[in-house]
DNA sequence: CCATATAAGTCAACAAACCTGACGTAAATC
DNA sequence: GATTTACGTCAGGTTTGTTGACTTATATGG
C-alpha cells in the first residue's frame, strides 16, 4: 500500500478494474475449454475426461489420491471417469513401487494421443496469446495468475516467473 | 515470429511452458469459484445462479438473449436458473423500451446484496493478485488474457489494456 | 394487411458430472 | 494384532447442461 504514486495505486483497484480482472477470467475459461469439449462430445467423453488424461500425461506415476487433490472432486465423481478410461485402454494402472495400496497411474499410447489431440488446441491458443503479447507480458500474466492461486498450490509453479516485487 | 533474439522466442514456447500457462488458468479458474460455490450451496444455487447474477449486475437492463450469448448455454438451460432468480426475487423483468418482445433484466435488492456477497471474494482474490503482482504485471496479465479470448468478445474491453506489440 | 421473422418461454426427456453416506479390501504401520 | 491408509464400490440425489418440438407476443417487410 505504501507505494509510489498512491492515487494511482488506488485507482487501478476500482471496481471496473477488478469486474475486468474477474470477466476476462471467466471469458478466457470458457473459450479455453470450448474446442476440447467438442472433441470430447465426438467421443462421447467430457471435460472431466479431459482434465484426468491431461494430468496422468502431465505427472506419469501420479496416484489416485494426488489426482483427488489436484481436481478437488470426490474419488466416486473420479472413478467414474478414470474407470471408464482405463476400460477404453487410455489410462494404466499399477501398485505403487514401495507402497502397493497406491496405483499409479499412466498413459497407454492411444491416451497420449488423445492427450495431444485434446491438449493440441489450447497450447496453440496459449502460444498464440504469448506471441502476441510479447515476453514481459507474459511474466505479467504468470505473476497475477500465481496470486490468484490458493498458496497452497503456488509451489508447482516454482521458477515459473520471478518473485513479485522482486525487481 | 521475425522479431528480437529469435532463439529465446522460441526458447519460451517449449512444451513446458506452454504446459505452465494451461495449469494456471485451471488453478486460477479452480480456486477463483471455489468460495463463491460454498455460499452458493448454502442457499440451494450453484454456479449457474452466480454467472446469471453476475452479469445481469454488470449491465442491467440486459436481454435474455444478450446473457445467452455471454454464458452459451440454451434458453432451456438459462430458463431454469432465471425463472428460479425471478421467482425467488433476487431479479426483475420488463419489456424493452421500444421493442415490447425484449425482457430487459435487473437486479432487485435482494439480488445486487446477493451479488455483492458473491463477488465480493473474487474481487479481493483479483485485488490482492494485483497487488502483489504489481501494475506492469497487471497490463501484462491483460494483454495475455485478452489473447486466449475469442476475437469476438475482446470488444468488451476496450480500454482495458494497449493493444498488443504497440510499444 | 398479411406473411414472416424474431424474442422469449415451455414441455419433455435425457446425459454429464458433481455430491453425500456407507461399506469393503488390501496393504502398511504402530 | 489393531489401526490407519489407499483405493474401490454401491446406492441415491442434485445441478447444469443438452436436443427437439411447440407456443405466444411483437416487430417488420412486401
Redesign the interface.
Known amino acids: 500500500?505504501a507505494d509510489l504514486k498512491p492515487g494511482?495505486?488506488h485507482l487501478?483497484?476500482r471496481?471496473e478494474?477488478?469486474?475486468?480482472?474477474?470477466?476476462?477470467?471467466?471469458?478466457?475459461?470458457?473459450?479455453?475449454t470450448?474446442e476440447p469439449d467438442a472433441i470430447l462430445a465426438k467421443l462421447a467423453m467430457g471435460r472431466a475426461h479431459h482434465?484426468v488424461i491431461?494430468f496422468v500425461g502431465?505427472y506419469p506415476g501420479i496416484r489416485v489420491g494426488e489426482l483427488l487433490g489436484i481436481l478437488?472432486v470426490t474419488k466416486q465423481s473420479l472413478s467414474r471417469v478414470l474407470s471408464q478410461l482405463i476400460r477404453e485402454g487410455y489410462v494404466t494402472h499399477r501398485p505403487g513401487p514401495t507402497d502397493r495400496r497406491e496405483r499409479r497411474l499412466e498413459l497407454t499410447a492411444a491416451g497420449q494421443e488423445l492427450e495431444r489431440k485434446l491438449?493440441e488446441n489450447?497450447?496453440a491458443?496459449?502460444?498464440?496469446?504469448?506471441?502476441?503479447?510479447?515476453?514481459?507480458?507474459?511474466?505479467?500474466?504468470?505473476?497475477?495468475?500465481?496470486?490468484?492461486?490458493?498458496e497452497a498450490?503456488r509451489a508447482?509453479?516454482v521458477g515459473?516467473t520471478a518473485p513479485?516485487?522482486a525487481r
Open positions: 500500500m494511482v495505486q487501478y483497484l471496481d478494474e477488478l469486474r475486468q480482472g474477474i470477466e476476462l477470467l471467466f471469458y478466457a475459461y470458457r473459450d479455453f470450448a482434465r491431461y502431465r478437488r491438449t489450447q497450447r491458443r496459449v502460444a498464440a496469446a504469448y506471441r502476441a503479447a510479447g515476453a514481459a507480458a507474459v511474466e505479467g500474466y504468470k505473476r497475477v495468475m500465481l496470486g490468484l492461486i490458493n498450490d508447482r509453479f515459473a513479485a516485487r
